[in-house]
């Protein structure tokens, strides 16, 4: 069960011979990011490693002085006899799985991913593998998405009704990732797209980047209501509690998650449609990646662990949780583990 290539520490997971963490919390000296996520890239480590979408990203979300150091996908580094490299994991633009090899052993940290081609971001690439960490978001049966086509008809629609009845439609999701890719498949012959500040704001950047996305207007507090009418605004969940949606008359608002496949969702969100459109693998997507990567063991977090994890084993896949509470079960140290 033992790793010589990566343990799990209090910061998170470590590679101790190249000295490099993935995605960590808190004060590092070297971290790999998967993905521009505030979940996943976050102020602490003095040095970056991240795809250069990825860059750009962090550079505008935490301050351009910010050492990090960019590199494309399958490119490989060595450093101190550690092969390092970036590859696509589908999840948003700039995102990567990441790959490691040394030590007798190729290891894969898959950050979140999903493995439906967006037709946005780089698509999701399997990896071989000896040791595979997966992300586990959505990993319960009840959890299967319907074609992405299906659910970018129904954004249309929705969009066409408010326009018939004069309203304005207002649709949230994450600012990264999520928005770009309800923008990316709108129907612009219905009217204007405009989005929130936030949401703006990288647009602009992944157009720099090369990504193409129909005209977008910013949104404020400003806008007139006449101008927006029939029109759809792209928002960030958090503008439902701004003072934006009181001053812009009649309008109807949508949300795009995975959430919403359940009934739960409804009750956490105020909110008149639920779109279920998500950036992270379901159920099949899940075991579809594991079982392309041939891995022998499999660590599992963020998400379903236990239920996976079990799911898993009955399936005869050596599969294990990756969380915190493990950091207190180890018996090789109180604040790591070997992978």
């Not at 520490?9 to 963490?21: N, S």
Request: net charge positive; proline share 4%; aromatic share 10%.
């Amino acid at each position: 069960m033992n790793s010589k290539l990566l343990k799990y520490t209090k910061q998170g997971i470590y590679c101790p011979q190249a000295d490099v963490y993935i995605d960590p919390a808190g004060k590092v000296d070297k971290a790999i990011i998967t993905h521009a996520h505030s979940d996943h890239a976050r102020r602490g480590p003095d040095h970056f490693l991240a795809h250069p979408v990825t860059a750009a990203l962090m550079r505008h979300r935490l301050g351009g002085r910010i050492n990090i150091q960019e590199t494309e996908y399958g490119r490989e580094i060595v450093h101190n006899g550690i092969k390092i490299s970036l590859h696509p994991a589908g999840h948003v633009p700039g995102s990567a799985q990441v790959r490691i090899e040394g030590c007798g052993e190729i290891a894969v940290i898959s950050g979140d991913y999903k493995t439906e081609n967006d037709g946005f971001s780089a698509p999701f690439e399997p990896l071989k593998c000896d040791l595979f960490v997966t992300e586990s978001t959505f990993a319960l049966p009840i959890y299967k998405w319907e074609q992405q086509e299906k659910i970018y008809d129904k954004i249309n629609q929705w969009w066409l009704r408010n326009k018939n009845a004069g309203i304005v439609s207002v649709i949230c999701g994450y600012s990264i990732g999520k928005a770009q890719r309800i923008i990316k498949h709108l129907d612009t012959s219905i009217g204007n797209i405009y989005a929130q500040k936030v949401i703006e704001d990288v647009n602009r950047i992944l157009r720099s980047r090369g990504f193409t996305l129909p005209v977008t207007k910013e949104v404020n507090e400003s806008t007139a209501y006449e101008e927006l009418k029939g029109n759809i605004i792209i928002a960030p969940p958090s503008f439902v509690n701004s003072v934006v949606p009181g001053r812009i008359g009649k309008y109807s608002i949508g949300f795009a998650s995975g959430w919403f496949k359940t009934r739960k969702a409804w009750g956490r969100q105020s909110c008149d449609a639920g779109f279920i459109l998500s950036d992270h693998a379901d159920w099949d997507g899940l075991n579809e990646a594991i079982k392309l990567t041939q891995a022998e063991r499999v660590y599992v977090t963020h998400g379903f662990t236990a239920q996976f994890v079990k799911w898993l084993r009955s399936n005869e896949i050596k599969a294990f949780e990756l969380n915190k509470s493990e950091l207190n079960k180890s018996e090789l140290n109180k604040n790591e583990m070997s992978l």
